[in-house]
C-alpha cells in the first residue's frame, strides 16, 4: 500500500478563521480511510489558550506550538520540526505566518511548499511583498480563500500559474435543526458573531442600532467573540456614548454559537475586509436573514436581495435602512434566509473545501484524486 502523503499546516496560535480552517483540514486528515497523515503547528501569541490546544489534542489531533514573539525563533523551531517530521507538504496559512512557514520550509528541504492566503487586504509592506514574491517562485501552490483573494493575490502580482482558489466551507451538523424553526418564531434581534477587532467594525453595527432606535425600532444586539481587548473596551464605551445599554449585548466567547444563532432572525457582518469569513456561512446555515458589507470575500457569497442583503462598508446609516426593511418585512426577509440556507449546504460545506485542497495536494506529489 502506498503510505500517507504527510502534511503539516502551520497557522497561527489566535484561533482566527485561518486556524479553524487548518484544524477542519487536519481534523479531515485522522479519519480512517484518509490518504493523508497531519500535523497541526501553530505560532504562539499572546492569546493563544492553553486549553484549547490540549482540548485539540485530547481529540486525537497531532498539534505542536512553536514560539512566536521573535521570527527567528519561529522559523528555527520549525525547521528543527520540518526535519524531525519529514512532511510531503508544508501548507502555510495566514499573514505573515505564511512567510515564516515557507523560509523554514524552504531551509529544511521540504518537497512541495503551498502558501494559503486567508485575507482580501494584509499588512504587505514593500519588504513583505518582496519577500512574498521570492518565496513564491519557491512555492508549488498559492491559495486564496475565495474567488475575492484570489483576485488580490494577481493582482499583488503573484505567479497565475500558481493561484488558486479553494472556498471556506463549515460542519453543517451544528445547524440541522434550522430548516425546522421557522423565522417568524425567532428573535427579531441582530447577531453578529465575530472576534473583535478593527477589521471586523462592531462599532458601525452599534450606530446603525442607534439610528434605528431614533426610529423607533429597538431590537437587541447580541455581539459574540474574544479577540482585541482594547477594541472591545472602545466598543462598549460607544454603546455607553448613544445609551445602547439596554439593548447591546457582549457575549463573549459564546460556546454555543449555532443554537444563538438559530434563535436569532437577522445576522450582521459589518467588516471593513475579509477572506471568506466562516461566521458568515454559519449563519446562512442557521437559516438567518444574513446583511454583509460590500467587500471581496463577502459579496461573492452574498447575491443582493436573494440571499442576503449588502451595505457600503462603514456606513451605519445604510446598515440601519437594511436592518429596518428586514424587520419590517419579514416574509420577504425569510425568503432571503431560506434561499442563504441552501446556498450554504450546496456550496460551502467542509466537504467540498476538503476536498479542494485534497485534491490539490495529491496532485502536487504527483498521486492521482
Known amino acids: 500500500m502506498m503510505r500517507k502523503l504527510r502534511v503539516m499546516h502551520f497557522v497561527t496560535g489566535g484561533f482566527s478563521g485561518a486556524t479553524q480552517v487548518a484544524i477542519d483540514l487536519v481534523r479531515a486528515s485522522s479519519e480512517k480511510h484518509s490518504a493523508f497523515e497531519s500535523l497541526l503547528v501553530l505560532r504562539r501569541k499572546r492569546q493563544t489558550p492553553h486549553e484549547r490546544v490540549e482540548a485539540l489534542r485530547q481529540e486525537g489531533l497531532r498539534v505542536e506550538v512553536v514560539p512566536g514573539a521573535m521570527h527567528l525563533a519561529t522559523v528555527a523551531a520549525l525547521i528543527k520540526l520540518c526535519r524531525r517530521?519529514?512532511?510531503?507538504?508544508?501548507?502555510?496559512?495566514?499573514?505573515?505566518?505564511?512567510?515564516?512557514?515557507?523560509?523554514?520550509?524552504?531551509?529544511?528541504?521540504?518537497?512541495?511548499?503551498?502558501?494559503?492566503?486567508?485575507?482580501?487586504?494584509?499588512?504587505?509592506?514593500?519588504?513583505?511583498?518582496?519577500?512574498?514574491?521570492?518565496?513564491?517562485?519557491?512555492?508549488?501552490?498559492?491559495?486564496?480563500?475565495?474567488?475575492?483573494?484570489?483576485?488580490?493575490?494577481?493582482?499583488?502580482?503573484?505567479?497565475?500559474a500558481k493561484v488558486h482558489a479553494i472556498s471556506n466551507g463549515i460542519v453543517m451538523t451544528p445547524y440541522e435543526k434550522a430548516s425546522d424553526l421557522a423565522y417568524a418564531t425567532r428573535e427579531p434581534g441582530v447577531v453578529m458573531t465575530a472576534r473583535f477587532a478593527r477589521q471586523k467594525d462592531q462599532i458601525t453595527l452599534i450606530e446603525a442600532a442607534k439610528c434605528l432606535r431614533d426610529r423607533g425600532l429597538r431590537p437587541t444586539i447580541w455581539l459574540a467573540g474574544g479577540g482585541n481587548l482594547r477594541y472591545q473596551k472602545k466598543a462598549q464605551r460607544r454603546v455607553h456614548d448613544l445609551g445602547l445599554q439596554d439593548q447591546v449585548r457582549f457575549l463573549g466567547i459564546h460556546r454555543d454559537v449555532p443554537g444563538l444563532l438559530m434563535s436569532q432572525q437577522i445576522f450582521v457582518l459589518s467588516s471593513h475586509y475579509e477572506g471568506m469569513p466562516l461566521s458568515l456561512v454559519e449563519a446562512m446555515a442557521a437559516g438567518c436573514a444574513v446583511v454583509g458589507s460590500a467587500v471581496p470575500g463577502i459579496q461573492e457569497v452574498i447575491q443582493d436581495g436573494r440571499n442576503g442583503r449588502l451595505f457600503a462598508q462603514g456606513d451605519a446609516q445604510a446598515l440601519a435602512d437594511i436592518v429596518q426593511d428586514l424587520l419590517t418585512h419579514p416574509q420577504r426577509a425569510a425568503q432571503m434566509a431560506t434561499q442563504a440556507r441552501e446556498d450554504a449546504h450546496n456550496a460551502y460545506t467542509l466537504q467540498h473545501m476538503v476536498q479542494g485542497y485534497e485534491s490539490l495536494l495529491q496532485s502536487l506529489s504527483g498521486r492521482s484524486t
Open 85 to 160: 517530521e519529514r512532511p510531503d507538504v508544508l501548507v502555510a496559512h495566514g499573514f505573515s505566518e505564511h512567510l515564516w512557514g515557507r523560509y523554514a520550509g524552504w531551509w529544511a528541504g521540504v518537497p512541495h511548499l503551498v502558501h494559503v492566503e486567508h485575507n482580501s487586504k494584509e499588512r504587505y509592506t514593500r519588504w513583505r511583498l518582496a519577500q512574498a514574491h521570492w518565496l513564491a517562485r519557491r512555492t508549488d501552490a498559492i491559495v486564496g480563500c475565495s474567488e475575492g483573494v484570489k483576485t488580490r493575490l494577481l493582482a499583488l502580482g503573484f505567479p497565475a
